[in-house]
């Protein structure tokens, strides 16, 4: 069992939530233990009277005929239903009369000295440019259900690409801007795209980002491209293709500023969301337009208590290339018309208090961060939130990777003044919206635990049959019933899709995690229970890993595993086995850590490289992954200089004598 388990086992601490968190936040939605379980259980017994309520909260061109309708693993919500997730988020704001209320905030990377760039846009700002926007995409022959790949930095014209496309019903596949130029290429195969928004360069630490040359690059490998739309951001030199590349302004400057929201489908397709899985080929996780409109709103709303009209500034610091952005900070959240916050750069450029400033400027209610941001911030020192005013805030959140029970104290006490209630919310890219949290004013929190599920959620702990395990035994995490935002697939691989969520335990959704659940029934995540590992809360295939080095020349075999890391939680080991004429040296560590970022990307460079002259393995031939993890953790240390060749063959002979 590991040490973070092990901890968090004894974990008694219980939090109520603060007294007077109801009044400070304008009436908390769900206000009590009683309250959440009382509605929590006619949302189990009941979908359809309970969803059918919350999405008549929201605009339906035409309403559906059924709210559900399950033949596992296939959901059909809201069926026959016609709305639009642009209409939800903007259209329907100016329409009730708030068209110059702020829906988005934005902070540039300020330039070192400089002031700190600021823009607000308003809703009717929002419906003039993703008009625009959707108006030039139509003239470059990008109709209903072709899919557009968007891969940007945090700029606003990021959030307008998304809106741009909900509104034409042009599914978006957004790509991180840390990707590679491989990893768009990939993506834009297999989604067969035609067209890709992108920015010159994207800032970070001072420094371009050159995501033009990238999308360049991408270009080159693949023949499916044939418009490539360029915002201007940094201003740094670009390659032009005048057959394929449109500046961004050029384009909109000469589009009409008006575009009607398509009516779709509640079942359309509304985007595509490349994810990690344990094979080597990332997979595109579909979701749909009614069903995931109705559940982020209503996860939005509840998990972060937002009011409307009350001065609420609403701030997620994730990227809005992971589904984390899209639920929580776009979809989810403008429907609630609370002004969200989006920054584009670092959390330490140029100083280590980036985020405080922010909090403290512009008065941020509710806050939305990773686990191992807050492990930075730990390390980094209290000086810098104690420099700023935090009172502002009332909820903060965590989302990502199980955080540790010190992590969450800090948290609790260094940022939330002991007066916010925290939400550690686990969900997946699969379940496209929040699934076990704490609701701030009802749920008490014990540090490490995402306690309870959301209302319609059936979650639970099971073994290989689906029964129920016992408290405190652990087991598979399943969702037993359906729920509005579940995937719909993977697209172009129903085998995959079913063989990877709903073979191994009949009838139920595995999110491939195991948990327990404690003795108040709160669940507690133990980690994934497949070949994927979590780095600073972004989830990566080992096989992915592996695939990238032993595409280098030098590698002939390369076994990738998790190890623990101080900041990022989940740190990559990544154990090689070396061709012949190739020497194990700190260059080549370099070398192959420099082409793994190339491969995929900066975020799965390996940690540890280690050189061995044969991976261990079995006597069937199955390389010992466990004991390639406990050497990676420093368990078991053979040599101390990682840079010679090691021999792991002898450590695998005497465990596989020892467990006979
Ligand atoms: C995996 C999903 C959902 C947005 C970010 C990640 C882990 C996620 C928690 C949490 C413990 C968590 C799980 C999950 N995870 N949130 N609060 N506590 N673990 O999305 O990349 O799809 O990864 O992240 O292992 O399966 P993702």
């Known amino acids: 069992m590991s040490q973070a388990i092990e901890s968090t086992l004894h ?17 908390a939605y769900v206000g009590s233990l009683d309250e959440y379980r009382a509605l929590h259980e006619r949302s189990i017994n009941d979908p359809e009277s309970f969803w059918g309520e919350i999405a008549g909260e929201l605009h339906w061109f035409r309403s559906w005929d059924r709210v559900l309708e399950w033949d596992c693993p296939d959901a059909r919500w809201f069926v026959n239903g016609k709305t639009n997730l642009c209409y939800n988020c903007v259209d329907r704001q100016v329409d009730e009369g708030h068209g110059d209320e702020v829906a988005i905030i934005w902070e540039g990377e300020p330039m070192p000295g400089g002031k700190p760039e600021v823009r607000r846009l308003t809703y009717r700002d929002l419906q003039r440019e993703t008009s625009k926007l959707a108006n030039a995409l139509k003239s470059l022959g990008i109709e209903k259900g072709d899919v557009v790949t968007i891969y940007m930095g945090m700029v606003p014209e990021l959030a307008i690409a998304v809106l741009a496309c909900a509104r034409i019903g042009a599914p978006h596949s957004v790509i991180f801007g840390g990707f590679s130029a491989q990893a768009i290429a990939d993506r834009v195969d297999d989604a067969r795209s035609k067209v890709i928004l992108t920015c010159d360069g994207s800032w970070r630490r001072g420094k371009i980002v050159p995501l033009k040359d990238n999308v360049d690059e991408a270009c080159a490998k693949t023949s499916h491209v044939e418009n490539v739309i360029v915002l201007r951001r940094c201003g740094n030199d670009v390659q032009w293709n005048d057959d394929r590349d449109h500046w961004w302004r050029d384009l909109t400057l000469a589009a009409p500023d008006e575009c009607p929201c398509a009516p779709l489908d509640s079942e359309d397709m509304a985007f595509l969301l490349y994810t990690s899985g344990s094979t080597g080929k990332p997979k595109g996780i579909m979701h749909s337009t009614g069903g995931y409109m109705v559940y982020t709103y209503l996860t939005s709303r509840y998990v972060f208590n937002l009011r409307p009209g009350t001065g609420q500034v609403y701030w997620c610091t994730a990227d809005v290339g992971w589904i984390t952005g899209h639920s929580y900070i776009i979809y989810g959240v403008l429907p609630n018309r609370v002004p969200t916050l989006m920054y584009e750069g670092a959390p330490n450029f140029p100083a280590e208090d980036r985020f405080w400033d922010i909090v403290e400027r512009h008065k941020v209610t509710q806050f939305y961060t990773a686990p191992t941001a807050i492990r930075a911030f730990m390390k980094w020192g209290d000086e810098h939130p104690k420099s700023h005013d935090l009172s502002s805030l ?36 699969e379940t496209g919206g929040q699934m076990i949290t704490p609701l701030p004013g009802a749920t008490p929190t014990v540090p490490g635990s995402c306690t309870l599920p959301f209302f319609g959620i059936d979650a639970a702990v099971v073994n290989e049959q689906g029964e129920e395990q016992p408290h405190n035994s652990g087991g598979l995490l399943v969702i037993r019933k359906p729920w509005p935002s579940m995937l719909r697939g993977i697209y172009g691989d129903r085998a995959r899709f079913i063989d990877t969520y709903w073979s191994r335990v009949e009838g139920m959704y595995l999110a491939g995690d195991s948990a327990r659940r404690d003795d108040r029934g709160y669940f507690w995540i133990m980690g994934r229970i497949d070949d994927v590992i979590n780095v600073s809360g972004h989830r990566l295939g080992t096989m992915e890993v592996e695939s990238a080095l032993v595409a280098h020349d030098a590698v002939v075999e390369a076994a990738v595993v998790g190890m623990p890391h101080e900041i990022k939680g989940e740190g990559i080991a990544a154990f090689c086995t070396l061709g012949p004429g190739y020497e194990a040296s700190d260059e080549l560590k370099d070398a192959l850590c420099a082409h793994v970022t190339t491969e995929i990307g900066a975020i799965a460079r390996p940690d540890v490289i280690r050189f061995a002259n044969a991976l261990p393995k079995t006597r069937s031939g199955k390389i010992m992954r466990r004991l390639l993890k406990s050497i990676a953790s420093g368990e078991e240390n053979t040599t101390q200089d990682t840079t010679t060749l090691e021999d792991f063959t002898v450590l695998a002979k005497l465990r596989e004598e020892k467990e006979g």
């Open 11 to 27: 974990e008694s601490r219980l939090f109520n939530p603060p007294a007077g968190f109801s009044d400070a936040i304008g009436g």
């Open 394 to 429: 009332k909820v903060l959140g965590t989302v990502g990777e199980p955080i540790n029970p010190e992590a969450w104290m800090w948290y609790h006490r260094t940022i939330g003044a002991e007066k916010c209630p925290i939400v550690d919310t686990w969900w997946q890219t």
